[in-house]
Structure formats: C-alpha cells, structure tokens
C-alpha cells in the first residue's frame, strides 16, 4: 500500500477509518484500539458519528467512526497509528500536514491571476461601500453628542442652549435653514458635522465640545 495514500472521509480531521485503511486493519480493531488508550489515559477519547465506507459490502454502507480534530487529536492520532503499526506514522503525519494547509492562501502565479485577484478585491470592496459610509456618517456618531444631551446636563432646553450658542458664535449663522458649527469650533475638536440616517445634516458635540459648553455657560454665569 502506498505510504502516501490520500484520506477523504473527513477534509476537518482524521477518522478511524482512515486509519484502519492506512494500516489495513479492520475499523473494529482501530476502534478498539482508541478505546483502550483512551481508557488508559494516553489519549483522549475523540467523538464519533456516522459517516459512509464506500468500501462496505453491506447494505447499510454507514458505520459509526471516531473523529481526530484540531491540535490535541492530531498527537492522538499519531499516537493510535505508532501503537497499531509504527511503520506508517510518517503517513499520518503526511495527511494531516496536507489538511492544515489546503486552505492556505495561495499567491497568484501568473500576470493574470494576479489581475483577477485585483480585481475580485476591489468589487469586494465596492460592494462593502456603503456599509462603510454607512459606519462613518451615523454609526460613528456614538462618541458624539447632540445640543439636546449637552442641554440635559444643563438642566435645560435645547432651544434655549442653541440661542446661547448662537451668542457665543459657535453656530454660523449664514446658514438659516440648519445649524452648521462656525469653522473656528469644529478646527478645535469641539465639534462635527454629521449625517443623521435620514440624510439630513447635524452638528453634534464632541466630549471635549461638551466641557467647553458647560465651562464657558459657567464662567459667564449662564448656569450655577
């Protein structure tokens, strides 16, 4: 039999029936075998389903197989193969080498799989724009406060915060129809102006936006 055989019952791990075809020995014998290391405590004792042995003459072509998954059951399968056959552990070590890394990334080898793979990328990202915009314009605004959080702290209205504001030039005052924060404010990182989900325009306060408010109402006897 060849020393290299290719397993495919299980592409996540390795079955007891893939051993028992490494080893030629009957699945019942292997299963044995896995039982009584794991009941001695050499290894753990892996899970079992069902899967299809196409080599099977009986009508019934399932049989319940033990799974080998994941770090600790690639050292327990090792171990099962070195007590049942040690002549074909460089198989097994093999087999599980070429599972770890089939889903590897493999690097364009030519000109035109690297244009192909340019481009798969970009409309990757063309398709994720607007969940980005989507993030940058109104889910962002979670550090953000708008005048009516700012007013609340105040214990007051946010009509009557934005006519303070309005006062103390924060607030451009050539736009009528909404409030835009003078550019002085927003180069200070006291404030942005964000897109609500709506599509509309809102000038929210930033942490340190909000401190200044609260300072400057105070220092000028707005507020106790």
Not at 121 to 149: C, F, G, M, N, W
């Amino acid at each position: 039999m060849n020393m290299m055989t290719q397993f495919n019952h299980n592409q996540q791990g390795i079955t007891s029936l893939d051993i028992s075809e490494l080893v030629q020995s009957e699945l019942r014998a292997v299963n044995l075998s896995i039982e009584r290391l794991a009941k001695r405590g050499v290894i753990q004792l892996p899970p079992m389903v069902k899967v299809e042995n196409k080599q099977s003459l009986s009508p019934n072509k399932y049989t319940s197989v033990y799974v080998f998954s994941g770090e600790q059951g690639k050292l327990d399968s090792i171990t099962v193969v070195a007590q049942l056959c040690p002549e074909f552990t460089a198989a097994l070590v093999k087999r599980w080498y070429d599972l770890e890394n089939q889903n590897a990334v493999q690097l364009p080898q030519t000109f035109a799989e690297a244009l192909q793979l340019a481009a798969d990328q970009a409309r990757q990202l063309e398709l994720a724009a607007p969940k980005i915009s989507h993030y940058d314009t109104v889910v962002e605004k979670s550090h953000l406060l708008t005048a009516t959080q700012v007013a609340a702290k105040l214990r007051m209205s946010a009509v009557a915060l934005n006519k303070i504001l309005d006062e103390f030039r924060v607030y451009n005052k050539a736009h009528k129809r909404s409030r835009v924060f003078n550019t002085w404010f927003e180069d200070q990182g006291l404030g942005e102006l964000k897109q609500t989900s709506t599509g509309h325009s809102q000038p929210m306060f930033t942490t340190k936006g909000e401190a200044w408010v609260i300072e400057k109402l105070t220092s000028e006897g707005v507020v106790a």
